[in-house]
């Protein structure tokens, strides 16, 4: 293949594989192998291969429209549907106040789009009302990073790492179906000689891969690793030089432990006390080991906790903040990292800086020209915001996301959207989301603009402008602003508040996340082109004399970024999820993604080789329970939960626990699975319960 073209990101997860693209036919680019790129190599799956698709899809927009007076979108020129937008938004303002307009950002856009869209919101609406998607992606593991190490970084070191460590406990991901390049770190671990540990209710296609395949019940996996501690003390493999050192607060966490017996742990996970050992052996022999958590364990309303428990084994086994070794999430988003780091969460400014924090808010505001009183405070979380709509929220600017595919509780969620006074979305193409908004504005995608992602490793890396954007498409940084022109704000007017150049924000990104925890202070457009990223921290030279920092691939080695520099223990107990099967509703529901599909589906649901590889939902469930049901497979299913029904079509294997069924949740309509999942939100983190609630499923006769 060629190696050749424009060096480019892919636009979907948070592995950001490196490709090049080179000019196609009819004015379209290709993807083409970049194998200098070290994350991926070249590799690609499906999603990214096809990734241009999107770019010329029919479906496309390439007009805005607004909502007419007979209640349908029709087009409209930008002028007419900015000012639509301003008036939308600035109506509200004026009649119910600032906090009464909200604004919705994505994990998928770039660092530049985050940190103008924070700006926007506490500068020119001057609401606290901002949150983003992302709060549903990683946010447990990024509290639970935050109060053990004082900083959260998806992975606090680079994937190279994986394959030289003695042992990966995955806990709750699949990167088989989530982020197939990366799997080859896995095999090369095994190829050296260390071990895998997978635990996943599924015996998923990452759990085939496995030496050991742990199967709890859905939202046990907390008392799961609190028997393994138990184990680690019993046994004598605590490291208690490293506790000692490194470390506070053990006592109470291993009293909390040892009081999970590994029995105990049994009766309520499902997995054996053998098993426990296995684990425990195979993770503390080695010299080095790793823990990487995904949307299992977080994604739980004690997520938070859940980490937390996973992060405690870390720090008993001393394993945290050493060469090869630590805990590190497998974030999800193209830019769930660079996305929760600059200002579009609701309680955080650039740089990963607290909004509370009285220094953090005279810096950001000092960069912005505003007075640090004028900024508002943290706002509703994402689950929260949208609760809202239609009460305490009347106007709603939505940009990169789907809450009515990705929302939980999304019948709930949709019908909060439809109550709104005004709602305008940002997209590329007509979502579910989009097609109840008075304004659409049709927006740049990836590879026709430049701008900055952040990686799961913490390395930021800049996606290059490929191609021109198809005529009547603008950029969401152009949408800005115009609507900062429209709405007022910013030092010296909207032109300089609101650059639409990305560099140009991108150098404002730079001064306001100066001595913050993610530092970008260092980074350049230039030095990311030339060094194919660049790890956050990386602070700017501090004189004249002083030499370019290299970035920093690895967190903690000689110090937690806590105030003592020692990591924090948490102790904490099993508790049960918000919604225990019961007579009414006997069966566990988990819900995922399948490799074809990304996120709420609305870009590949729109590509025809994906749509052929995934065409729709499906309902996974044993053979005993399939035969209880008297169902087989293909045959439609009914799963009711509390907040409603979704069909889809029965799948039927042994690898799937016979208490719990799995719906992949990247389709609207009567196969919806957010329809079903429980809003129940883990008190530190904000983050939905999407991985378990209670269901019955019933054989849906013709
Ligand atoms: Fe790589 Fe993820 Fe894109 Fe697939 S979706 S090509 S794994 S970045």
């Not at 405690?312 to 945290?320: D, F, M, S, V």
Request: net charge negative; proline share 8%.
């Amino acid at each position: 293949m060629e190696s050749s073209g424009t060096p480019a990101h892919c636009p979907y997860c948070a592995l950001q594989c490196g490709m090049n693209l080179v000019p196609g036919a009819g004015g379209t680019v290709e993807v083409r192998e970049r194998a200098d790129f070290p994350v991926n190599r070249g590799a690609l799956c499906g999603k990214g291969r096809t990734a241009p698709a999107v770019l010329s899809s029919d479906v496309r927009l390439t007009s805005p429209s607004v909502r007419s007076a007979e209640g349908v979108l029709v087009p409209a020129s930008w002028e007419e549907a900015l000012e639509r937008v301003a008036e939308g938004l600035g109506r509200t303002r004026a009649r119910y106040g600032a906090d009464a307009v909200a604004v919705f950002g994505g994990g998928g856009l770039t660092n530049e789009k985050a940190y103008a869209l924070g700006k926007f919101a506490r500068v020119v609406l001057g609401t606290s009302q901002i949150d983003y998607n992302g709060r549903f992606c990683m946010s447990s593991a990024a509290a639970a990073g935050v109060r053990a190490f004082g900083l959260d970084r998806g992975l606090p070191f680079p994937l190279e790492d994986v394959p030289k460590t003695g042992c990966v406990i995955l806990v709750g991901a699949n990167p088989a179906e989530t982020m197939p390049p990366s799997l080859r770190y896995l095999t090369e671990l095994k190829e050296n000689g260390g071990t895998l540990i997978v635990v996943d209710p599924r015996r998923t296609r990452t759990a085939e891969q496995a030496d050991l395949h742990l199967a709890p019940r859905p939202g046990t996996d907390l008392a799961l690793a609190l028997g393994l501690l138990h184990l680690v003390v019993a046994e004598g493999r605590t490291d208690e030089a490293y506790v000692r050192e490194r470390t506070t607060g053990w006592e109470e966490t291993r009293a909390a432990a040892m009081a999970h017996w590994p029995e105990y742990v049994e009766r309520i996970t499902g997995v054996s006390v053998p098993e426990l050992r296995e684990a425990v052996r195979l993770f503390c022999d080695p010299e080095a080991a790793m823990v990487l958590t995904a949307r299992g364990p977080e994604q739980q309303s004690k997520g938070t906790d859940t980490v937390g428990a996973w992060i405690n084994l870390c720090l008993a086994t001393g394993r945290a903040g050493r060469p090869l070794s630590g805990y590190g999430c497998l974030t999800g988003q193209g830019n769930g990292q660079g996305g929760r780091e600059h200002g579009q969460k609701a309680d955080q400014l650039p740089g990963y800086r607290k909004l509370t924090d009285p220094a953090a808010r005279a810096h950001v505001a000092g960069v912005w020209g505003v007075d640090p009183d004028s900024l508002p405070g943290p706002g509703r979380s994402a689950y929260e915001l949208l609760d809202a709509l239609g009460t305490g929220i009347r106007s709603l600017l939505l940009m990169g996301s789907n809450p009515v595919v990705s929302a939980p509780h999304a019948a709930h969620v949709e019908e909060r959207i439809r109550s709104l006074d005004f709602l305008a979305v940002c997209d590329v193409v007509l979502s579910e989301t989009a097609a109840l908004a008075d304004v659409v504005l049709p927006v740049t995608q990836w590879a026709e603009e430049t701008g900055t992602t952040t990686n799961l490793e913490g390395r930021v890396l800049l996606r290059r402008r490929a191609l021109a954007p198809p005529e009547g498409v603008r950029s969401d940084l152009e949408v800005l602003h115009g609507l900062a022109a429209r709405l007022g704000g910013g030092r010296g007017g909207p032109e300089k508040g609101f650059p639409t150049e990305p560099e140009e924000v991108f150098e404002e990104l730079r001064r306001a996340s100066a001595g913050g925890p993610a530092d970008y202070s260092g980074i350049s457009y230039r030095r990311l082109a030339e060094e194919n990223g660049v790890f956050w921290p990386c602070p700017a030279p501090a004189g004249t004399g002083d030499a370019v920092h290299p970035g920093t691939p690895r967190l903690f080695l000689d110090r937690f970024a806590t105030g003592d520099g020692r990591a924090r223990f948490t102790p904490v107990a099993h508790r049960a999820s918000a919604e225990e099967p019961d007579d009414e509703y006997p069966v566990l529901l988990t819900t995922g993604r399948v490799v074809a599909q990304y996120q709420s589906g609305a870009q590949t649901r729109r590509v025809e080789e994906l749509n052929a590889a995934a065409p729709g939902p499906f309902v996974e469930l044993h053979p005993r329970l399939a035969e209880r049901l008297g169902v087989a497979e293909g045959d439609p299913l009914a799963v009711v939960s509390r907040r409603g029904r979704a069909v889809a079509p029965a799948r039927i294997t042994a690898a799937i626990r016979p208490d719990t069924v799995f719906m992949p949740f990247h389709w609207a309509g009567e196969g919806r699975a957010n329809t079903l999942t429980h809003p129940a939100l883990d008190p530190i983190s904000r983050m939905p319960e999407f991985k378990v609630c209670a269901v019955r499923v019933e054989a849906v006769t013709p």
